[in-house]
């Protein structure tokens, strides 16, 4: 005989629903020095179902770290006091974090922007577009297809050697030392060489497709010459005759040399 009274729940159902609750919700780890701020974007994103761990400043997070690396992104302010938010991000990298990490502030679409992406972050949202629209983007970025994994084989093109076991590329035996999101982006052209790649389509690759970013219907276009330009400054610290990324002016990029054998 069921003792349940109706409407009741049996305990193993409601552990599995508990369970699947859990696994939707975005734990985000937010970092904003000021007090008031840091405590109404908490509250607000709460509101909206993110669990939300917030630290006045980047030692906190990093203490934050140590104890739980259980998280799903971090929100970081541009201006924190003691250390820059790129720098935190840049450390957190060094450190070997890689959790998504998107700027939240209160400057506008400009040299900000361009170097917070070219540093390995994901957005980059204006405080005055409000907890919603910061709320929507999370979700967006986190519900976002993951990119397909890489063949395991490596890929060569002339001199350039890509070990995508490890997400490295070399140039002449030469580590190039790019960033995860660079050789993804390196990756995307060698693989294609030869043929052309739209703005678009490297922007989706540094970023997540469908991804807004930038001033303008073709804003992206600003981002994707700073990071091919931060891509060839490497290259040509490995070889100064680099010329393998050529550029068709409101169209893409390609890799000129074509695939060998890897």
């Known amino acids: 005989m069921n003792e349940n009274e109706p409407g009741d729940t049996e305990p193993g159902r409601a552990h599995q629903q508990i369970a699947e609750l859990e696994r939707d919700l975005i734990r985000v780890l937010h970092v904003e020095d000021d007090p008031n701020c840091r405590e109404a974007i908490a509250d607000q994103l ?44 840049v450390a957190l990298r060094r450190c070997g974090v890689d959790l998504p990490v ?67 590329a070399y140039w002449n035996d030469r580590d190039v030392g790019l960033t995860l999101g660079e ?35 073709e804003g992206y276009q600003t981002n994707v010459r700073g990071i091919i330009r931060r891509i060839r400054k490497k290259f040509l610290q490995c070889d100064e005759t680099f010329a393998e990324i050529e550029n068709f002016v409101g169209l893409g990029y390609r890799w000129a040399n074509q695939t060998g054998a890897g």
């Not at 967006?140 to 990119?147: F, N, S």
């Open 102 to 168: 998107v700027f939240l502030t209160g400057y506008g679409f400009t040299d900000q922007e361009n170097l917070a992406f070219e540093a390995g972050a994901v957005d980059f949202v204006d405080k005055a577009r409000g907890v919603e629209i910061l709320a929507r983007r999370l979700r967006r970025l986190l519900k976002a297809p993951k990119p397909a994994a890489v063949p395991s084989a490596s890929i060569v093109c002339g001199k350039l050697l890509l070990n995508p076991n490890v997400g490295r």
């Open 183 to 217: 050789y993804n982006i390196v990756h995307l052209l060698a693989s294609k060489a030869g043929r052309w790649v739209t703005y678009r389509t490297v922007y989706d690759r540094a970023h997540y497709e469908g991804f807004i970013g930038g001033s303008g219907e």
């Open 46 to 89: 709460s509101d909206h179902g993110f669990v939300v761990r917030s630290f006045a400043d980047a030692f906190s997070l990093a203490d934050g770290l140590a104890v739980s690396s259980e998280a799903d992104i971090i929100l970081l302010d541009w201006d924190l006091p003691d250390i820059s938010g790129i720098e935190v991000l």
